[in-house]
């Protein structure tokens, strides 16, 4: 895996959880609108190594708080970690470039 996939891949992850993230806060805000039904979010990996979210649309049920606060604590992780991951490759091509010259 080469520098750049790992951001690309990085990237397309930070994008698809950060979508997830809108999703699950629209599903809190709304969860006492007469008639909403919440959506989900499935995250997969796409054919090109990097991270693709599916939303799905609910069929009348409710929303559930306490699935909206994990799903939150899991959203934030997952952007946290691939950030790191960003972090750690322009440290790389910092000290890459330091060898170099």
Do not use: W
Request: net charge negative; hydrophobic share 40%.
């Amino acid at each position: 895996m080469s520098i750049g996939s790992i951001s690309s891949s990085a990237l397309s992850a930070v994008a698809a959880y950060g979508t997830s993230l809108n999703v699950t806060a629209n599903n809190v805000a709304n969860m006492n609108t007469s008639g909403f039904t919440p959506s989900r979010t499935i995250i997969n990996e796409d054919s090109n190594g990097g991270v693709r979210v599916t939303v799905n649309k609910g069929h009348g049920e409710e929303v559930d708080i306490a699935k909206e606060m994990v799903d939150t604590m899991i959203e934030k992780t997952s952007i946290q970690a691939n950030i790191k991951s960003l972090q750690a490759e322009d440290q790389i091509i910092k000290s890459l470039i330091d060898i170099k010259l």
